[in-house]
């Protein structure tokens, strides 16, 4: 995982804040910005395994099924399901790992999930109609991606001991 070390710890960091901003921001997230976590990801794996070090390749299947499969429920949902959600949680698979994509889904989904019923119970409050309104999930991804990054930290450094 590109977590177990410092840089990569931040460059993930600075890939979810990045997305999450541009999501916020435009509800859209532009490719270039996948593309660059994506070379970095098959970079850190590359040196990773040229050093002997525990790059697991087979290991990596299980991380990015998750991803792929959202990948294609947003080509077949009609758009409730951005592509750029799928692509950040394919490459957050890559980075996270399995267990800890599933904890960043699982927590980025609880959290988008909270913020909706306000919002549905506001509007209903209001006697407006917000079925149709659309949310941008990336901003809901932002703290459980930090503290995927904190336990994988903590992981790192206890065993480095």
């Not at 593309?35 to 990801?41: K, R, V």
């Not at 991803?67 to 077949?76: D, E, I, M, N, P």
């Not at 949680?89 to 989904?109: I, T, V, Y």
């Not at 930090?146 to 001991?161: E, H, K, P, T, Y």
């Amino acid at each position: 995982m590109i977590l177990s070390s410092r840089e990569g710890c931040l460059l993930f960091a600075a890939f979810v804040l990045l997305c999450a901003y541009c999501d916020l921001r435009e509800m859209a997230v532009s490719t270039w910005i996948f593309a660059l976590m994506a070379a970095a990801e098959i970079l850190w794996y590359a040196v990773s395994l040229s050093r002997g070090q525990a790059a697991n390749p087979a290991g990596l299947l299980p991380s990015l099924l998750p991803g792929a499969a959202l990948l294609l429920f947003s080509r077949f949902s009609g758009g409730s399901l951005g592509s750029g959600d799928a692509l950040f949680f394919l490459l957050s698979g890559a980075a996270l790992g399995f267990q800890g994509l599933m904890l960043l889904l699982s927590l980025s989904l609880l959290l988008a999930s909270g913020y909706s019923l306000i919002l549905f119970a506001a509007g209903a409050a209001r006697g407006k109609n917000i079925r149709n309104r659309r949310i941008p999930f990336l901003p809901f991804a932002v703290l459980p991606a930090l503290l995927c990054i904190l336990q994988a930290a903590g992981q790192s450094s206890a065993a480095r001991f």
